[in-house]
């Protein structure tokens, strides 16, 4: 009988550890848990309640065939068995709880090193955007000219004010301003203090290739400093560069820190690559890329997905579990990682717990096997008392059940009165168990408790249902809260005679659940806090959205007024000195008002310069993509210099590889490039030649790509002025004693304009030899080719004379100059000139007279010609008649603009005489 009572208590144990291990990893929310242990504890009495009666039973009807198993041989085989299934299922067990809890870390590892890339990635992002507005504005550029112009304190106190001012507008600690050998200027005398080697090294690098460096995060050589994080901005059109500063501690290594689940070893760092070596945030204990093991190696090596958890180790070769991904927009790379250790032993815990629940399976299965042995030699000794047997192995079986179990177990009769109850129940109440047998609630506890606990009962009773309830008793360790299962108590004719019921101590559960209520609450205070923050972001995101859209419009049109008011005054000089050299007989006369021509022309060409540039940087400029002839874009290029040429004796030559004729491209912007480049020449050459030659070079895959070169047997060019050849405003010779003029801005333009094409711009050369500039563009090849005749542009004058004399044409013209030249332009070649001082007085004009042809301005008073063009396109005698824009907007947009309002043509002021002619020859020969 002992045995027998032994075997069955540590059955039972072992069911509670075992079920509440299994339910403790399958059910996370401490409520459901504490009500499906309950439900557990009901169902495993149940259980073996009836298992139990069924067995006396059996026993009780069929005491011949328990005589008849007693004499049986005792089998070996069915324990072997069960020894082999639990240690199958035990180490089935382990495998599959250190697979999950592996995969759960990886997981985990991937998820912050997701969070944290992001992190660093948008902090990052904020600040390259704060070092890209500041090399893009004009503003410190302007203040480092003035102070290096003037030289004094003012102007350097001015400088460091506007730096201290960005500082406070980027929310930085500090804006230095350093020198291109990276020491910082001293703002208050202007003179050079040292700085770190790493912030010297990248402030070189900055200045020297115009591009925004990162420092790594460095201490300003103080041992015990703070860290720092500086980006340095080199500044355009000068020689220093400004450094933002902002503290790596504030959010940069505090994002760093910390590991969401509290995790001892879990961190994340960012290395990048210096070489063939790996270094850390810090700089510090490089390590080989060719580390076998090391993690970020083996991302960078192609050998693992960025992202992907996997083992290995890290910068101090410690094993790790990690997962690595490159940081947007920098050359870091974050990891993310937890010591393998850390993790094994968290495996080994819950192992050692399988483990122990298989060994105590072990011995449950041998004390079965050992009970059912002793079991048989009791039905041998002791078959005559078999029936008193059978119910005091019941009765003890019972008392074994409920006091083997941890949850407290009791009944009671109608009147509230104990019945029996087990020592979990004894222990909560403060009494033996024996001296509450015939006690009530009111006896035990307090009256308040008692009252709720009876109510309960009577619930229970009454409707005969079994319920859970929650209740608070006083016990001797304090109040606790015990979930208790309540049932009606039957006798043989199911009427009810009582209660049982089963609790449960869900103390230390309904604490967590109230910690983790609170800490629920917490988070969700920070996600609120952290969500006002987001919108406040995205709301000043919006504003500098804004801003740089507005300083975009600003821009463009700050273009198209400057084009329209220099332009507009340009056409008066460039007409009225057509005009009087054509009608002039004198030869000194015409001598000067060609160089009147030459000069405005000159002037022109700078502008257009200037106005290109401007448009390249603001993105404006639209590159055409029309057939031309090569052979004829080249002799057209040589014609418009060759007077210049022949003037200084120079030899112009030309020669075109075995190229096709017939190409897709920009004509205009290619012959103004090579315009450039043979102006140049000839201007720095005094004898010799200009020679000019293209080639297509090979390129791999793409478009062909085309190489304009111009030689010259010049002066040549000093090697330390080729660097800045092709900076806007720049020259070889600088001084104010230098013998040939010009803006610096044609070579400029060119690199620029080849860049656009696809291609770039180069020089090379060797002082008292000559030079070699050139420029390349990838252009497609066409089926066929044509270029405007000579021939044609002489004869537009003649043939408009001949053919349309007397025809009429609206001149529309708020400028009276321009009027007049115009009209005299027109009518030089007899055609009959009506004018019109506005878009308003042109609709009128236009409603009332009929016309052949158009001439609109675009920007006017009252009304402008973008309007007109749209109303006179309305009126049913001139939805056809063609309408020619006159601007001087060189804008893109602009000209489409013109061209969606009904307008056939463009011609861009001031106004060349030859073009107009042959676009008005055009229009009134065109067929209704």
């Not at 890339?117 to 890209?132: D, I, K, N, S």
């Not at 790379?333 to 815990?349: I, S």
């Not at 016990?475 to 009427?495: F, H, S």
């Not at 070889?732 to 040939?740: G, I, K, Q, Y």
């Amino acid at each position: 009988m002992p045995i027998i009572v032994l075997a069955y208590a540590l059955g039972g144990g072992l069911w509670i550890l075992g079920s509440d291990w299994l339910l403790g990893q399958l059910i996370s929310d401490a409520p459901t848990l504490a009500q499906v242990s309950a439900y557990k504890g009901w169902a495993f009495i149940a259980l073996t309640s009836v298992l139990l009666y069924r067995a006396l039973r059996h026993v009780q009807h069929h005491p011949a065939a328990a005589r008849a198993r007693t004499t049986g041989r005792s089998a070996v085989w069915p324990l072997g068995v069960a020894l082999v299934l639990i240690g199958l299922a035990t180490g089935t067990a382990a495998w599959l709880d250190a697979q999950a809890h592996w995969r759960h870390e990886r997981g985990h590892v991937e998820s912050v090193a997701r969070a944290r890339a992001a992190q660093v990635g948008q902090w990052l992002r904020a600040r390259l955007a704060q070092a890209r507005f500041l090399s893009s504005s004009p503003l410190f550029a302007e203040g480092i000219q003035r102070w290096k112009g003037a030289g004094d304190g003012p102007a350097l106190a001015a400088l460091q004010s506007r730096l201290q001012q960005l500082a406070q507008a980027f929310d930085l600690a500090d804006a230095i301003l350093v020198d291109e050998a990276g020491q910082r200027i001293d703002p208050r005398s202007g003179a050079r203090l040292a700085t770190v080697p790493v912030l010297r090294a990248a402030s070189s690098r900055a200045i020297s290739l115009g591009r925004i460096e990162q420092v790594e995060v460095h201490n300003d050589g103080q041992a015990d400093g703070p860290m720092w994080h500086d980006i340095v901005v080199p500044v355009a059109g000068t020689r220093l560069a400004v450094v933002l500063r902002q503290s790596a501690e504030q959010y940069l290594l505090s994002a760093l820190q910390g590991w969401p689940d509290g995790r001892r070893s879990g961190t994340a760092v960012l290395v990048r690559r210096n070489g063939d070596q790996l270094v850390g945030l810090y700089g510090r204990q490089p390590v080989p890329l060719s580390t076998p093991e090391l993690l970020p190696a083996r991302v960078m090596r192609g050998e693992l997905p960025p992202g992907q958890a996997a083992e290995g180790v890290d910068l101090r070769g410690e094993p790790v579990l990690g997962a690595v991904l490159p940081v947007a927009g920098s050359d870091w790379y974050l990891v993310a990682r937890v010591a393998r250790k850390e993790v094994r032993a968290e495996v080994f815990q819950h192992q050692v717990w399988i483990v122990a629940i298989g060994l105590l399976s072990v011995l449950g299965a041998l004390l079965v096997h050992l009970m059912l042995r002793q079991r048989r030699a009791l039905a041998e000794a002791r078959l005559a008392q078999l029936e008193q047997q059978q119910r005091l192995r019941s009765m003890a079986l019972v008392k074994a059940i409920a006091d083997g179990s941890s949850d407290a177990i009791f009944a009671k009769d109608l009147e509230g009165r104990y019945l029996m109850c087990n020592e979990s129940a004894a222990r909560a109440i403060g009494r033996p168990a024996e001296a509450i047998a015939g006690l009530d609630d009111s006896l035990i506890f307090p009256p308040e408790t008692a009252r709720q606990i009876r109510l309960n009962d009577q619930r229970t009773a009454r409707e005969g249902l079994v319920e859970t309830f929650e209740e608070l008793v006083d016990t001797p360790d304090g109040a606790r809260t015990y979930l208790a299962t309540k049932g009606p108590l039957r006798d043989d004719a199911g009427a009810v005679v009582g209660t049982w019921g089963i609790s449960r101590d869900i103390t230390e559960r309904k604490q967590l659940d109230q910690e983790l209520q609170a800490h629920r609450q917490h988070l969700q205070g920070l996600v609120e806090e952290r969500t006002l923050q987001l919108q406040q972001s995205n709301a000043e995101l919006s504003m500098a959205r804004d801003r740089a859209v507005d300083a975009t419009r600003a821009k463009s049109e700050f273009l198209a007024n400057m084009s329209h008011e220099i332009r507009t005054p340009m056409n008066a000089i460039l007409g009225l000195t057509y005009l009087l050299r054509r009608d002039a007989a004198d030869t000194l006369a015409v001598e000067r008002l060609e160089r009147i021509d030459g000069a405005g022309r000159h002037l022109l060409q700078v502008i257009n310069d200037i106005l290109d540039l401007s448009k390249v940087e603001a993105g404006k400029l639209t590159l055409e993509h029309a057939p031309f002839s090569l052979r004829s874009l080249v002799d057209r290029s040589l014609a418009m210099v060759a007077q210049q040429a022949r003037d200084k004796g120079l030899a112009l030559c030309a020669s075109v590889d075995d190229l096709p004729d017939a190409w897709l491209g920009d004509a205009t912007r290619l012959s103004q490039s090579l315009l450039n480049l043979l102006v140049n020449a000839i201007k720095f050459t005094d004898r010799g030649e200009v020679a000019l030659s293209v080639t297509r070079q090979a390129v791999p895959e793409g478009l062909p790509l085309l190489r304009f070169a111009v030689h010259d047997t010049g002066v040549g060019i000093d090697p330390a002025a080729m660097g800045r050849l092709f900076s806007a405003f720049e020259q070889a010779d600088a001084s104010t004693t230098r013998r040939h003029g010009g803006t610096g801005l044609g070579l400029a333009i060119t690199r620029r304009l080849a860049r656009l094409m696809g291609g770039d711009a180069g020089a090379s050369s060797t002082p008292g030899a000559g030079s070699e500039f050139w420029f390349s563009a990838r252009l497609q090849p066409a089926d066929a080719a044509t270029a405007p005749e000579d021939s044609a542009l002489l004869a537009a004058e003649q043939a408009l004379r001949a053919r349309h004399a007397g025809a009429r044409v609206l001149l529309t013209e708020d400028n009276e100059v321009n009027q007049l030249v115009a009209s005299e332009l027109l009518r030089s070649v007899g055609l009959d000139v009506a004018v019109a001082g506005d878009g308003r007085a042109a609709l009128a004009h236009a409603s009332q007279h009929p016309c052949a042809l158009i001439l609109m301005d675009v920007q006017m008073p009252v009304m402008d010609g973008i309007t007109a063009a749209q109303a006179i396109r309305q009126l049913p005698a001139h939805r056809h008649t063609p309408i020619v824009a006159l601007t001087a907007s060189t804008l893109a947009e602009d000209h489409r603009a013109c061209r969606a309002a009904g307008m056939d043509a463009v011609l861009i002021k001031p106004i060349d005489p030859p073009a107009l002619f042959v676009t008005l020859l055009q229009l009134l020969s065109r067929p209704d």
